[in-house]
T-cell receptor, first 113, second 118 residues
Framework: GAGVSQSPSNKVTEKGKDVELRCDPI?????LYWYRQRLGQGLEFLIY????????KSGLPSDRFSAERTGESVSTLTIQRTQQEDSAVYLC???????????FGEGSRLTVL | AQKITQTQPGMFVQEKEAVTLDCTYD???????LFWYKQPSSGEMIFLIY??????QNATEGRYSLNFQKARKSANLVISASQLGDSAMYFC???????????????FGTGTQLKVEL
């Protein structure tokens, strides 16, 4: 499809395990964002990539969280040693430039038992 | 201070009526953008409308309009002729510092849950 694609859509893991979430942005979109949405809450900014510039990591909650993006393509968000408070929906979004609306994927729901 | 404040956690409106969802924001930047997104129970985020800080006219998109009051720092969403399908969570968001390229992330409010009733 032409939209932002995220996988897996659902992930259940045990506390302490590492997880990797994937985002495939809309082709041609230079900007890519990760947000976290806990149940019943708003969206919490995690990290932003713009082209080849250094990413804005100011929203990452701890050093257990990291993200990578190769060029203007796929991004992966990695959570190491997961904790129960990491349970949330992780939303990826892309935009064609650094202004304008964000186009969101359907999210990856992470449940840490 | 919160960047985006949505004071209505829940709202009810009757079908075919208009409803206003409140949003106030806090920024010292002169150039910024305000957005509204809809999130139905399915979870997807749907872009509704955008207002730039220098736009003199209030933004409109079909049944959606944005009541932009710059001096009051408010950007309320007005939905006219509500439909059952409008039942969803609505988020106000802001992007700051557009002119210098610092406007990267959108900062979101906590949302308003709208329920449209027959």
């Amino acid at each position: 499809g032409a939209g932002v694609s995220q996988s897996p859509s659902n992930k259940v893991t045990e506390k302490g395990k590492d997880v990797e979430l994937r985002c495939d942005p809309i082709s041609g979109h230079t900007a890519l964002y990760w947000y976290r949405q806990r149940l019943g809450q708003g969206l919490e900014f995690l990290i932003y990539f713009q082209g080849n510039s250094a990413p804005d990591k100011s929203g990452l909650p701890s050093d257990r969280f990291s993200a990578e993006r190769t060029g203007e393509s796929v991004s992966t968000l990695t959570i190491q040693r997961t904790q129960q408070e990491d349970s949330a929906v992780y939303l990826c979004a892309s935009s064609p430039r650094w202004v304008g609306e964000l186009f969101f994927g359907e999210g990856s729901r992470l449940t840490v038992l | 201070a919160q960047k985006i404040t949505q004071t209505q956690p829940g709202m009810f409106v009757q079908e075919k009526e208009a409803v206003t969802l409140d949003c106030t924001y806090d920024t010292s930047d002169q150039s910024y953008g305000l957005f509204w997104y809809k999130q139905p129970s399915s979870g997807e985020m749907i872009f509704l409308i955008y207002q730039g800080s220098y736009d003199e006219q209030n933004a409109t998109e079909g049944r959606y309009s944005l009541n932009f009051q710059k001096a009051r720092k408010s950007a309320n969403l007005v939905i006219s002729a509500s439909q059952l399908g409008d039942s969803a969570m609505y988020f106000c968001a802001m992007r700051e510092d557009l002119l210098t390229g610092g406007g990267n992330k959108l900062t979101f409010g906590t949302g308003t849950q709208l329920k449209v009733e027959l």
